[in-house]
């Protein structure tokens, strides 16, 4: 069984801040790089991050929590983008994070307690005519409908299954 990689926050950090010259004022700009790189902002990252641009921590945690882009949670292993843009949205982009909700047991940001699924409705993905779409990390599934969602969550499983055993 391989091991997972574990990703050195502190080092992440330092490269962010290197890049964006240790400049206060692109915090949005380093927040995106952060969570690029980690898929969420960790709670030590962040109060790191305040004291290396000398700002206060409030001033951290105002910006993360004014945009909804931003998460301070870890997603789950397979994190699930259902399409709401006007083509998904119309075409049934609601009754599949219905699906989704009730398939998981989770609502919008959450993450099955396996550490396995977590989902979020997404604006647009750009693939107005494969609507609607679900996109799993970087996978994209077209013309989604409610009942393929079941088969979808297990090709994720049987994945992970995979990999365990690799």
Known sequence: MTEAVKIDNTKVLEEVLKKNDYNASALIAILQDIQHELNFLPEDVLEELAVKLEIPKSQVYSVVTFYKAFK???????????????????KGGSELIQTLESKLEIKEGEVTEDGEFSY?????VGCCGLAPVVMIDETFHGKVTPKQIP????????????????
């Open 151 to 166: 088969k979808i969550l297990k090709e994720c499983e049987k994945k992970s299954r995979e990999q365990e055993e690799a």
């Open 72 to 90: 301070l949670t870890p997603p789950g292993k397979y994190n699930i983008k259902v399409c709401m843009g006007t083509a998904c949205h119309i």
């Open 120 to 124: 979020e409705p997404v604006m647009c």
